[in-house]
């Protein structure tokens, strides 16, 4: 799977974001999916900036042709994966809506397996070692599911949230309420 794209293409992504929030020039840290803990969560706040610093340190050791997640905007590739994301993590989306962006002009992104976040998240201590192979699947665009992973001595897998690393201009693209294609249907 070719997971970086850097192109002039439109690619249409999408973001829970506040209802007052405006494309492209959102705050990235409260769309970051993971940006912000809740609240009086230092346990969780600690693995996030853990699991961060790791990613950022391959990323620029191996991975310097993808965006780096402290300076692109954090989307989802379909509405599926949107979806499937507030399923997994219903207070991160509380109060927020769904919205298709648009790119405009060159840009860069890349698709990765948000699941892969969940599972540093978790807690549990990871060696160094495994902390790299971890690392190491989430940059090369490796689904969770393609991957044994045990988590206290029991198989662990989740559904596959990709997420779109995006650096670029983007737009809203207004929804249109009604499909015309079939009558009845929104």
Not at 7 to 32: F, M, Q, V
Not at 36 to 46: F, I
Request: hydrophobic fraction near 40%; aromatic fraction near 12%.
């Amino acid at each position: 799977m070719n997971h970086l794209i850097k192109d002039s293409a439109p690619l249409e992504l999408y973001a829970w974001l506040e209802a007052d929030s405006e494309l492209p020039g959102w705050d990235i840290l409260t769309n970051h999916p993971f940006g912000s803990s809740l609240p009086d969560d230092q346990l969780t706040t600690v693995q996030n900036y853990f699991a961060e610093y790791h990613l950022e340190y391959v990323r620029q050791r191996d991975f310097q042709t993808f965006p780096s997640r402290l300076h692109a905007l954090l989307l989802f590739a379909t509405r599926v994966d949107a979806e499937t994301f507030r399923s997994k993590h219903p207070a991160r989306v509380f109060g927020k809506h769904l919205v298709r962006a648009r790119s405009h002009g060159t840009y860069v992104c890349s698709f990765h397996d948000a699941s892969w976040l969940d599972y540093l998240r978790l807690p549990h201590s990871l060696s160094l070692a495994a902390l790299e192979e971890v690392v190491n699947h989430y940059w090369r665009g490796t689904l969770v599911e393609e991957v044994g992973l045990r988590f206290m001595d029991e198989a662990w897998c989740e559904p596959p949230v990709i997420e779109a690393l995006f650096q670029g201009q983007l737009e809203r693209v207004q929804s249109d309420a009604s499909s015309h294609w079939l009558p009845g249907f929104a």
